[in-house]
């Protein structure tokens, strides 16, 4: 897959495709109107700011913009903060029909309704959102960052429950793991988990005071805090038997 973006003022038809490394992949053939750099990585920019846990669901959406009549996608991610949704081409131009730059905060206000996949039964939500940008996923397949803003009934308490029933299980293996020390790729093999998954896993553990990192460069390793403190005392304990054996063999003499 490439990763792009859509950028002012072009249509969805004459869209600038740019690859994840920012160099153009597809453009207009007189190769005018570039858009700035800045926007060509925005998506990715608030993607990162996403500090939450996301969680990949694949479950249909209704998306009802303002204006409009409601359309169906599919929800690819959730985490606390928001959603990613992936549709087709038809559907991403009734829901941003001039294909222009979405900038900042200054997206559109969209409903959306979707089902939570609880692993006992499923659970209803809607949700006011705000568009903040549109992803190319391939020529063919469209994504757009959608972030909550207004929440109906008990739908933020049950997107916090849905996203905790998640993670709470993938870190308590991860901590399970790190009884020993093990780089981000051992975690990355162990998990079956992406890099960027590994870290987000592993950042959330670091910010509850529950593992350290050791090591330089490629050579990060990571630890659960009890498993270090256990190692640090059984090290004092060898050391103070090893100087109370060196004293005994100087009194000796």
Known sequence: LIDCVIAAPLSLDRAWIYESTGELAMAKADGTNKPKPEQNKLHEA???RRKYPRIVINVPVSIKPEKTNAVTAMVHDIS??????????ETTKQLHPTGTFIKEGK???VEVKFDLPFKTQPEQITITCQIYYLTVI???????????RKYSDKSAALVDRFIMDEIIPVEDK??????EPRSRKEISTYMNMQGNEVAEVLDRLQVKGEIISFGDGRDVRHLKLSAAMTTIFNTLDRLEQRLQRLEQASSGK
């Open 46 to 48: 608030l993607e990162r």
């Open 80 to 89: 606390i903060d928001g959603i990613q949704v992936r549709c087709d081409r």
């Open 107 to 109: 997206g559109p206000l």
């Open 138 to 148: 391939s020529k063919t397949e469209f994504a757009f960052g959608l972030m909550f």
């Open 174 to 179: 991860v901590r399970t793991f790190l009884q």
